[in-house]
C-alpha cells in the first residue's frame, strides 16, 4: 500500500509540474508578446504605460505560476506523507534474536557471578 501511495505522489506531481508548465509557457508567450508589441526597440518603456503594465505582469505572472506549482507539489507531499503514516501499522516489539546460523542459541550468557576460567583451584 505505501509503495502505490509514493508512486501516485510521483505520477501526481509530474502531472502537476507539467500543467504547472503549460501555465507558465502561455504566460511567457503572451506576456512577452504583448510587452514587445508597446515597446520601441533600444528605449526603455514609460513608466505607467502599457508596456510597463504588460511587462510587469509578465515578471508577476511567472512568478505566480511558480509559487502556485510549489504550494501544489508541497500539499501532494503532504498528503502522500499523511497517507504513508496513515496506512500499515507499526511494530510494536523488537524482532526476537535470532542465531546466526548456528545451532547453538545466541543468548546471552546468564550473570550468575561466577565465573569459571577452565582451571580448578
Known sequence: MRKFIWWGTGIA???WSIVAFIAYSLIDLFGSSAAGMSNVPGFTPDPYSFGWFADALHSLGLSVVFLVWLVGALGILA???IGHAVS???RTSLPERRSWGSSIPSNPPAATGH???GHRG
Open 115 to 117: 565465573r569459571d576460567h
Open 13 to 15: 506531481i509530474a502531472l
Open 88 to 90: 500499515g501499522g507499526r
Open 79 to 81: 498528503g502522500a506523507g
